[in-house]
């Protein structure tokens, strides 16, 4: 069943996992962050989305803004000693952790997702594709989610709606875009791996169903 979303905001921030301190956004919306913005919508342990394309409907561009963010997080170590009884700090401390970082973000985003979902082995007996269908499509056009979406970022919130043109506007724009994270591999909780894959942008387009993805 196929689903076209779209969505737009202010800025977004799909970070490059190779830039860790001074973030730095991809170009485009990465498909785990097109998926993370459907389950947001709608979520169900018997179905799971699959992006096949992404279109690109504003031109790309980019600017730097600085933000306040913490350099530390609370220790495990010390929430197990405090359950065992032990004394530990279980907050963090702003006014010592607190530091500027600058960023590069994409400014006024906008894109249609086009993905389809699958069942799952956990759907229940009386789920159906046609029944997901008409939740998604109803949540859509009312404007609900489980989770406002985000453009990577939480304070970068989006807007969403069902696209219901025929024709989707995509920038006329051919650029390539690298290697770019696909999704995380977690089936070993233990060791989660990142996925990454080459992105092309054709006249806008960014086409996910014939993808090599690589370790």
């Known amino acids: 069943m196929s689903v076209k979303v779209e969505i737009w905001g202010d800025y977004a921030l799909f970070s490059r996992p190779e830039l860790?301190?001074?973030?730095?956004?991809?170009?485009?919306?990465?498909?785990?962050?097109?998926?993370?913005?459907?389950?947001?919508?709608?979520?169900?342990?018997?179905?799971?989305?699959?992006?096949?394309?992404?279109?690109?409907?504003?031109?790309?561009?980019?600017?730097?803004?600085?933000?306040?963010?913490?350099?530390?997080?609370?220790?495990?170590?010390?929430v197990r000693t405090v359950?065992?009884?032990g004394q530990g700090a279980l907050y963090i401390s702003t006014s010592k952790d607190i530091v500027q970082r600058s960023s590069v973000v994409l400014q006024d985003v906008r894109y249609?997702?086009?993905?389809?979902?699958?069942?799952?082995?956990?759907?229940?007996?009386?789920?159906?594709?046609?029944k997901?269908?008409?939740?998604?499509?109803?949540?859509?056009?009312?404007?609900?989610?489980f989770s406002q979406p985000y453009a990577g970022c939480r304070e970068f919130t989006l807007n969403?709606?069902?696209?219901?043109?025929?024709?989707?506007?995509?920038?006329?724009?051919?650029r390539d875009l690298g290697y770019m994270l696909w999704d995380l591999d977690y089936?070993?909780?233990?060791?989660?791996?990142?996925l990454f894959f080459r992105a092309r942008m054709e006249k806008g387009v960014i086409d996910l169903t014939d993808c090599e993805v690589i370790r």
């Not at 089936?187 to 990142?194: F, K, T, V």
Request: charged share 30%; aromatic share 8%; net charge negative.
């Open 20 to 78: 860790k301190t001074e973030r730095v956004t991809y170009d485009v919306i990465t498909p785990s962050a097109a998926r993370g913005i459907l389950e947001a919508i709608y979520w169900h342990p018997g179905l799971r989305w699959i992006i096949d394309r992404i279109y690109v409907l504003s031109p790309i561009r980019t600017t730097s803004i600085r933000r306040n963010e913490v350099q530390s997080k609370i220790s495990a170590s010390n």
């Open 132 to 145: 997901f269908q008409d939740i998604i499509k109803r949540r859509l056009r009312k404007g609900q989610c």
């Open 112 to 130: 249609v997702i086009d993905a389809h979902f699958e069942m799952t082995d956990k759907a229940a007996e009386s789920d159906n594709p046609g």
């Open 160 to 174: 969403f709606r069902e696209w219901e043109g025929e024709e989707i506007p995509a920038i006329d724009e051919t």
């Open 187 to 194: 089936s070993d909780a233990s060791d989660i791996q990142p």
């Open 83 to 85: 359950m065992a009884g």
